[in-house]
Every structure is written in C-alpha cells, then in structure tokens.
C-alpha cells in the first residue's frame, strides 16, 4: 500500500561522535531530512525492492523486534546485570581469600591472588562495558512522497525528516544532547512518552488517519 500524504513513523539511529547513523546501513543523517535513492535506478521505495527509509508505524517498546537496538536491549540490561554481578562477587571472594592471610602477615601470597584475581575481573569490567557502550537514539519521523506499508507495521519511504529524538534507556544524556543539538530538533527522554506525543501531534499524521484519508475518508 503506498500514500503520499505525510505519516509519522518512528526509528532508531546508531550514535557516532556527534552524529547520527541510520542503524542498518551506517549511512551518516548530516541533517533532518533523508531522501531514499536506490541503486538499482528506480524510484524509492519499490515494493519489489528494500529501498526506501525505514520507520516503524508506532511507538517502539522495549525488545521491539523491528528495531535492531531496541530489540536487543533486554539482552544487554540482562548481560550487564549478571556481568556487574559477577564483578561484585569477584571482589568478595577475594576479600575472603586475602583478608586471613593479610590478617597473618602473608603479604605475598595475598599479593599474588589480588593481582591473578584483579587481572581476571578487568576481563569481565571489560566486556560490561562493552556491552553498555552502544549508544544509540530512538526518534519520530515525518514520512512524505511515497509510503509503501508492510504487513508487519514497516514503512519505507521516499522522504523523512526528523521531528524529534527520544533517549532510550542505558543511553547517556550528553551524547545524546550533543546530537539533538547538531541536527536542531527536541530531545525528549524515554519516560517522557507522552510529552514527545502531544508535540508530534502537530507534526504529523498517524498511518491510520492518512490511510484514510488517501482512501477518501474523513
């Protein structure tokens, strides 16, 4: 199904530096809007081709399996809990171990286990940090030109721009201000949900109400 009047959709981007990426193709949003070109030479989106700029048709929720980010966050929030718990319990086995020996004055076999069991433990603070360090932005798009609409809620576009970001949870609030401030648009907290929905209102339609109106509904 394709429409031209505008829709709202929603999306995730990859945080570089200061900049954004859309998260599949790692293709750089220097600016706010985003105009699909395909390499095959016909007009974007095709429906017989995966050409178009891509955004979902509702708000995202946690784990949401048409986002890449999104879907793994419960993933990661797991990872990183039993990793951090596994630190924490590192260092209290070896304040176990070391604690009797220092208690007697064995200063060098204490040594030896805190720095065998230090060496140990920075592999695992290595991979918590891994783990957390991928930053990235949910936000509102405002789609025009031509739409094409998936069964599953996808929309592919000709045309996007940005309405808004949206900082999901686990994401630090400098990087992404730093982006929101580079491509001038609102940035909006992951718990301030219906704030970010009572500003898009104005800045686009929902996909029910332009599928309605293409169809010559109210």
């Known amino acids: 199904?394709?429409?031209?009047?505008?829709?709202?959709?929603?999306?995730?981007?990859?945080?570089?530096?200061?900049?954004?990426?859309?998260?599949?193709?790692?293709?750089?949003?220097?600016?706010?809007?985003?105009?699909?070109?395909?390499?095959?030479?016909?007009?974007?989106?095709?429906?017989?081709?995966?050409c178009g700029v891509y955004a979902i048709d509702g708000w995202p929720g946690l784990g949401d399996h048409r986002l890449y980010e999104q879907a793994t966050l419960p993933l990661r929030f797991i990872a990183q809990a039993l990793l951090s718990a596994t630190v924490l319990g590192g260092l209290a086995l070896l304040l176990a171990m070391d604690w009797p020996l220092l208690h007697r004055g064995?200063?060098?076999?204490?040594?030896?286990?805190?720095?065998?069991?230090?060496?140990?433990?920075?592999?695992?603070?290595?991979?918590?940090?891994?783990?957390?360090?991928?930053?990235?932005?949910?936000?509102?798009?405002?789609?025009?030109?031509?739409?094409?609409?998936?069964?599953?809620?996808v929309l592919r576009a000709e045309r996007a721009r940005i309405a808004c970001l949206v900082r999901p949870p686990g994401v630090g609030r400098k990087p992404a201000g730093r982006v929101a401030s580079r491509l001038g648009v609102p940035l909006f907290h992951w718990y301030q949900r219906r704030?970010?929905?009572?500003?898009?209102?104005?800045?686009?339609?929902?996909?029910?109400?332009?599928?309605?109106?293409?169809?010559?509904?109210?």
């Open 195 to 218: 704030r970010a929905l009572a500003y898009l209102s104005e800045h686009g339609d929902l996909w029910p109400r332009a599928a309605a109106r293409a169809r010559g509904g109210p």
């Open 1 to 50: 199904m394709a429409a031209s009047l505008p829709v709202l959709g929603f999306r995730e981007w990859a945080v570089r530096g200061d900049g954004a990426l859309s998260g599949v193709r790692g293709e750089p949003w220097t600016g706010t809007i985003m105009e699909a070109r395909c390499s095959e030479g016909h007009p974007a989106p095709d429906p017989g081709c995966a």
């Open 106 to 153: 064995s200063w060098l076999p204490a040594l030896v286990i805190a720095l065998a069991m230090c060496l140990g433990l920075s592999g695992v603070v290595a991979a918590d940090l891994a783990v957390g360090r991928s930053p990235y932005l949910l936000g509102a798009v405002v789609l025009s030109g031509r739409i094409v609409r998936h069964g599953n809620g």
